[in-house]
Structures are given as structure tokens and as C-alpha cells.
């Protein structure tokens, strides 16, 4: 019975290992979230702002971007997308607030001298809606930086 149970344990744990999924945090459109860069440099908050009396459905979602390590003299294009949704690229200067670095041009940003980038920009909640999709940093078209995927639930807190 124990070399039973053994196996069944390492059985599980090699089944947990061999994925090559990842896994998809759930956000709820009620409250805001923390969402890690899948190397641990930073983190994406997303945050849900009522418009006046509407519903959930004609909500924003502010997409607040914390990103650090990167080199400061660089730049960064930041997208909201995924596999199968080619997204929402950060921009112009009218549709961003940026907290840490500087924006050049339309759609790239500079970080500070620290390397940090802090940026966040509100979209209609509409754009993800049932969509799974990241966070992207990317530099000269090459990412640097993406969050785990994750979908917005209109499902309301317990």
C-alpha cells in the first residue's frame, strides 16, 4: 500500500511538471489585481472603473504597468494581448499616465535611470472581454518582459 501510494504521488507530480501550459490567473472586474512578470522583474496591476451608472460590461480597465530591470537608455513598446488576439499597443501620450520614464514618440517609453518603467493606460473593458491574454514589454519588437496570461471574470466576489 505505501510503494502505492508513492507512486501515485511522483505520478502526480511528473504530470504537474510535464505541462507546458501556463497557468491562467483569473481577475476579477470588481476589485483590483496583481499580475507578476513571469521573471518576478515588476508586476501588472489591473483595475476596473464604473462608468457613472453603467454595468460591468461598459466598465474601464486600467492596465498599470510596473516594470523594472530594464536598460535605461532603451525603448520600450508595451502591449495588451495574446495568442489569438493581436491587442492594444500603449499610446499616444493622451491615452497614457506615466509615473517613471518618459514616453518617445507615439507608442515607446524610456525608463528612468534606474531601469524602472511605470505607465498605465485605461481601456473599455469591452477590448479583453473573455479574452485571455498578457502583458508584453517589448524592445525593437523582441520581448523582454511578459506577464502570465490571465482573463478578466465578471463574476462578483462571494
Known amino acids: 500500500m505505501r510503494s502505492f501510494i508513492i507512486n501515485l504521488l511522483v505520478f502526480g507530480l511528473l504530470l504537474t511538471g510535464c505541462s507546458n501550459e501556463a497557468s491562467i490567473t483569473e481577475v476579477g472586474a470588481y476589485m483590483a489585481e496583481d499580475i507578476p ?3 518576478g522583474t515588476g508586476r ?3 483595475a476596473f472603473e464604473a462608468i457613472d451608472d453603467s454595468t460591468i460590461d461598459d466598465g474601464i480597465i486600467d492596465v498599470i504597468v510596473l ?3 530594464l536598460k535605461p537608455t532603451a525603448n520600450y513598446e508595451i502591449s495588451l494581448g495574446g495568442d489569438n488576439y493581436e491587442g492594444v499597443v500603449f499610446g499616444p501620450e493622451e491615452n497614457v499616465e506615466i509615473r517613471f520614464g518618459t514616453m518617445v514618440g507615439g507608442t515607446l517609453f524610456q525608463p528612468n535611470e534606474q531601469g524602472e518603467l511605470y505607465v498605465s493606460m485605461k481601456n473599455p473593458l469591452r ?9 508584453i514589454v517589448s524592445e525593437n519588437g523582441k520581448e523582454v518582459l ?3 496570461p490571465f482573463i478578466v471574470s465578471k463574476k462578483t466576489p462571494i
Open 67 to 69: 516594470a523594472k530591470g
Open 146 to 148: 511578459r506577464t502570465q
Open 37 to 39: 512578470f513571469e521573471d
Open 127 to 135: 477590448i479583453i472581454d473573455g479574452k485571455e491574454v498578457r502583458v
Open 44 to 46: 501588472v496591476t489591473v
